[in-house]
């Protein structure tokens, strides 16, 4: 009995987070800009390709500011705020301090939009835009991105440290996490591919190249002469060994031949409920493509503030 009055209210969750991301999805539009300030996206685009074309890792992470963001109390441009005397924000949580990067381009496309239409375009939809636009310049697919998000005036380093899924989680706690959020497992696995790009530190997959057993050992003896068992714990390597300059399919590829570079991705290809999905993916991009683009859409649409709620900040940075 318990068991049942447990799914019904994972259920009854998963329903009404499900109706409030349809409700928030009918608040925003693409064409939110299209007379307050009509150059918007254009702007954006033109910043992130310049952005990316000097440093393809930049694309990444972008991606990944959008991603942190919108985990952490909803895509409001939180994860912006540096500290101040009443909050303490979001950057020096264990998941974002030393390794969240991109925030130089957000504030060079703030300004520039700040020039060109003063007080409209929100910091949280620069974010979703630059996300977009990132995975776009690295050889992805497209979506429409709704605009019309605003901006938060607080964030909490202790919701990032809790609401932001770890690479040393198991399936199980992967799918709990992003549960949480309103996703499904199969949504899971699709966002998870956003790791075709990008690189991680040593230190979060030492373990698994040094101790785990699921994994090929040409890969782990190549990745460990970039990771010592001891020292070099910011050392990088790339998310997809095989094409990381590009966003492609080869991120589920290299999960079917145990080429995961962190605990948490081979997870996703270990004999659980998610290997026949990473099979699909690893073998059919376009079906990859259509599911990342609308999910993407969907974690765009988190808990977002409109019309009067929040504001438009002047500098990301900070709150008016």
Sequence with gaps: MMTFHLHYYIFCFSFLFYMFSIIASSQLSSNFYATTCPNALST???????AVAKEYRMGASLLRLHFHDCFVNGCDASVLLDDTSSFTGE?????????????DVIDDIKTKLETACPGIVSCADILAVAARDSVVALGGQSWSVGLGRRDST?????????DIPSPLMDLSDLISAFSTKGFTTQEMVALTGAHTIGQARCQLFRGRIYNETNIDS?????VKS??????????LTSLDVTTNELFDNAYFKNLVNKKGLLHSDQQLFS??????QVTTYSTSPSTFYADFSTVMVKMGNLSILTGQSGQIRTNCRNVN
């Design 271 to 276: 004999g659980g409920s998610t290997d026949s």
């Design 218 to 222: 040409d890969f782990a003896t190549s």
């Design 91 to 103: 950057k020096t949580a264990a998941a974002n301090v030393n390794s969240l990067r991109g925030f």
């Design 44 to 50: 954006i685009k033109s910043a992130v390709v310049s």
């Design 154 to 162: 607080t964030a909490s380093k202790d919701a990032a440290t809790t």
């Design 226 to 235: 970039k990771c010592p068992s001891s020292g070099g714990d910011s050392n």
